[in-house]
């Protein structure tokens, strides 16, 4: 038990243009999901915390307004990366919470790139 | 704020040889600890964790001691594998904290060789 995916596994997209990342707890209920940033060689780096049916926690330095994230069930979060550009090329992992306990699993991540 | 430091890769190692990655962690309140594993081309799999003082996680031979007093949760393995040849990431989660995210430490390549 405790799988989680995303889609797409990858993708590739031109500047200016939106991207949607779902994320999904196949076999459990997640009040929180995170979504995190790793960028090559580097550590994960946390960009928000989605609780289901409020609005996300956005960690210092990243733009609510760039990287949308809903929640709009207790399985699905999903990151919209608007007005992508090069710089927003990455890695993007989720990550889901399984009720009190504070053990995160992981989808297997969204490799963006923006051309 | 709370960190986690973990030793500069990558480490090669022969296969069967013993591994140690080092991992220390500054925190307040009380943290769990963790270990995940990210095999090339994959996302990351908790390998192990240990929620309170001198709690010893264990899993695929793998394992790692929460001591309080060093602030430390190192991994260790007694005989690795050619299959262990991953990233590994030492976190925490601040259990007083709900909802609160994993710090993770910038992790540490394994390569083991044959």
């Known amino acids: 038990g405790a799988v989680v995916s995303q889609h797409p596994s990858w993708v590739i997209c031109k500047s200016g243009t939106s991207v949607k990342i779902e994320c999904r707890s196949l076999?459990?209920?997640?009040?929180?999901m995170f979504w995190y940033r790793q960028f090559p060689k580097q550590s994960l780096m946390l960009m928000a915390t989605?609780?289901?049916?409020?609005?996300?926690?956005?960690e210092q330095g990243v733009e609510k307004d760039k990287f949308l994230i809903n929640h709009a069930s207790l399985t699905l979060s999903t990151l919209t990366v608007t007005s992508a550009h090069p710089e927003d090329s990455s890695f993007y992992i989720c990550s889901a919470r399984r009720g009190a306990t504070d053990t995160q699993y992981f989808g297997p991540g969204t490799r963006l790139t923006v051309l | 704020g709370n960190s986690v430091t973990q030793m500069e890769g990558p480490v090669t190692l022969s296969e069967e040889a013993f591994l140690t990655i080092n991992c220390t962690y500054t925190?307040?309140?009380?943290?769990?600890l963790f270990w995940y594993v990210q095999y090339p081309g994959e996302g990351l799999q908790l390998l192990l964790k240990a929620t309170k003082a001198d709690d010893k996680g264990s899993n695929k031979g793998f394992e790692a001691t929460y001591r309080k007093e060093t602030t430390s949760f190192h991994l260790e393995k007694g005989s690795v594998q050619v299959s262990d040849s991953a990233v590994y990431f030492c976190?925490?989660?601040?259990?007083?904290?709900?909802?609160?995210?994993?710090?993770f430490g910038k992790g540490t390549t394994l390569s083991v060789s044959s």
């Open positions: 076999d459990f209920q997640a009040t929180t």
């Open positions: 989605s609780n289901e049916g409020s609005k996300a926690t956005y």
């Open positions: 925190a307040t309140g009380y943290p769990s």
């Open positions: 976190a925490l989660s601040d259990q007083s904290q709900a909802g609160t995210a994993l710090i």
